[in-house]
C-alpha cells in the first residue's frame, strides 16, 4: 500500500494523526486516542516515502540531521509531516491537516476571542499542549482578520501548514528554511517588507522570542504560539528563557506590549462526538501587566479568575460555555466532502456526529 493511500484511509477514520515505523504496525489518532490501522509499514516503504517527500537535497540533509519537516498535500490532504529515525529504522509522524481553513465559528471557539485581532499592535501568543489546534486556532485567526480588514499580512512558518487566499487582507507565507534561512533572518527581513499583521508559527529559543517581543513593540500586531498548559505557564517560559540579569526588562517588555495569551485544549463531547477546544484566556489589563512586572506569574490564575468582566477566560468558566452551547459546527458541515467514501460505513466507521444531528432532527420532528 502507498503512502497516499494511507493518508487516504486516515482520513476516512476520521484520524488527526498517523504514525508508521519501519517494521511496525501503522496507528491512527482519532479524538485523541491511537488505534491500528491494520497495515505495516516496511523500511523499504517509508524510504522510499521519504525520498518522495523530501527530494534529493532534503533526503542528503536528513540522513545527515536525523530529522526532517515537510508540509505537503496528497490524497487531497494538508499533512504536516515529521520524519525522524529510531533504533528501528525511518519513522514519520504526521499530522492531517483541515481540509479548508476555518474561520472562528467552524473551529467552534468562543467569538470573544476576535478581540485579539482588533489591535493594531502588540504581542498574542496562542499556547497549549501538543496536539491541541494550536495552528488552527492561529489559521483561524488570520482567516478573521482576512476576511474583515485590509491589512498586510506575513507569516513565518516552519513547515508552512495553511495556505491562505487573499481576501480584503495581502498575505504572504514564507516557509523556513525554504524561502529564509532561520526564523531570526526571516524576522530581521519582515520588519522590513511594512506588515500589519506578523505571524511567527512558534518561539521556540531566546533570540527568536527577543525579535518577536521587539516587532510587537515596533508597531506591529504579532501573532505566535508556544506549547505550555496555562497562560501562566506560557509567559513564565518566555520570561525565564533569557539570562538572570535581563529578567526584570524582558518581564517590563512583555507586560508593554501584551494583548493576550490564549491556552487552549481539547476536550471530547460525546453526545456530539466532536473534540472541541476549552480555553484559558489572559488579556493585557493594568492589572495583568502589573502582575507580569513583578514576575508573580502564580497569581495570573487570580487575575483570570477576577478578569471576567474584562473579558478573560477561565478554565471551568469556558467549560460552562461549552455545557450550555448548542450550535456546535460539525467536521461534516465545515470541510470538503469530495474525498469522503460513497459506500455504506460500518459500525466502527460511523461518524457520530453526523448520526447525533440525524437523531436531533428526527426529535424535532416528532415534537
Same mark, same amino acid.
Given at each position: ?10 482520513r ?37 516515502? @521519504? ?9 542528503t ?19 504536516r ?7 528501528? @529504522? ?9 481540509p479548508?481553513? +476555518?474561520?472562528?465559528?467552524?473551529c ?12 493594531t ?12 489546534? +494550536? ?10 482578520v ?15 501548514e ?5 481576501r480584503?487582507? #495581502?498575505?504572504?507565507q514564507?516557509?523556513?528554511?525554504t524561502?529564509?534561512?532561520?526564523f531570526?533572518q ?7 517588507e ?28 504579532v501573532?505566535?504560539?508556544m ?6 505557564? =506560557?509567559?513564565?517560559?518566555i520570561?525565564?528563557s ?17 494583548v493576550?495569551?490564549?491556552c ?11 473534540r472541541v477546544p476549552?480555553?484559558?484566556?489572559l488579556? @493585557? ?8 512586572? =513583578?514576575?508573580? #506569574? ?12 474584562? @473579558?478573560?477566560?477561565?478554565f ?12 456546535? =459546527? ?5 470541510s470538503?466532502?469530495e474525498n ?13 456526529a ?14
Amino acid at each position: 500500500m502507498s503512502f497516499e493511500e494511507w493518508i487516504r484511509r486516515a482520513r476516512e477514520r476520521g484520524a488527526s494523526d498517523l504514525h508508521a515505523e519501519a517494521g511496525g504496525p501503522l496507528f491512527v489518532r482519532v479524538r485523541g486516542t491511537l488505534h491500528p490501522l491494520g497495515e505495516t509499514s516496511s523500511a523499504v516503504d517509508l524510504q522510499r516515502a @521519504g525520498e518522495e517527500l523530501l527530494g534529493a537535497d532534503g533526503w542528503t540533509a536528513f540522513l545527515s540531521r536525523g530529522s526532517a519537516d515537510v508540509s505537503v498535500e496528497l490524497a487531497g490532504t494538508r499533512c504536516r509531516i515529521n520524519l525522524f529515525r529510531t533504533i528501528r @529504522g525511518i519513522a514519520l509522524a504526521v499530522r492531517l491537516l483541515s481540509p479548508s481553513i +476555518k474561520d472562528l465559528r467552524s473551529c467552534n471557539l468562543h467569538p470573544d476571542l476576535r478581540r485579539l485581532i482588533v489591535p493594531t499592535t502588540g504581542l498574542v501568543v496562542i499556547s497549549g499542549p501538543t496536539g491541541s489546534g +494550536k495552528s488552527t486556532t492561529l489559521a483561524a485567526l488570520i482567516e478573521e482578520v482576512n476576511a474583515t480588514q485590509a491589512r498586510n499580512i506575513v507569516t513565518l512558518e516552519s513547515p508552512l501548514e495553511y495556505v491562505h487566499a487573499n481576501r480584503r487582507s #495581502f498575505i504572504r507565507q514564507r516557509e523556513i528554511p525554504t524561502h529564509s534561512p532561520s526564523f531570526e533572518q526571516a524576522i530581521t527581513d519582515a520588519l522590513r517588507e511594512n506588515p500589519d499583521v506578523l505571524v511567527i508559527s512558534e518561539m521556540r529559543i531566546p533570540e527568536v522570542m527577543r525579535l518577536t517581543l521587539s516587532a510587537a513593540e515596533t508597531g506591529h500586531l504579532v501573532l505566535t504560539t508556544m506549547h505550555s498548559a496555562t497562560c501562566a505557564e =506560557a509567559l513564565t517560559r518566555i520570561c525565564m528563557s533569557f539570562p538572570a540579569e535581563i529578567q526584570g526588562s524582558i518581564r517590563a517588555q512583555v507586560a508593554d506590549c501584551l494583548v493576550g495569551v490564549l491556552c487552549q485544549r481539547l476536550d471530547f463531547l460525546p453526545r456530539r462526538g466532536l473534540r472541541v477546544p476549552r480555553c484559558e484566556l489572559l488579556l @493585557g489589563t493594568t492589572s495583568a501587566k502589573g502582575t507580569i512586572r =513583578a514576575g508573580t #506569574f502564580s497569581h495570573l490564575a487570580n487575575v483570570i479568575q477576577s478578569g471576567g468582566e474584562d @473579558g478573560m477566560w477561565s478554565f471551568d468558566r469556558y467549560a460552562r460555555w461549552i455545557e450550555q452551547r448548542t450550535d456546535w =459546527a460539525s467536521a461534516a458541515s465545515t470541510s470538503s466532502i469530495e474525498n469522503q467514501p460513497s459506500a455504506v460505513p460500518t459500525g466502527e466507521d460511523v461518524d457520530l456526529a453526523e448520526l447525533t444531528e440525524l437523531v436531533d432532527r428526527l426529535e424535532k420532528r416528532g415534537a
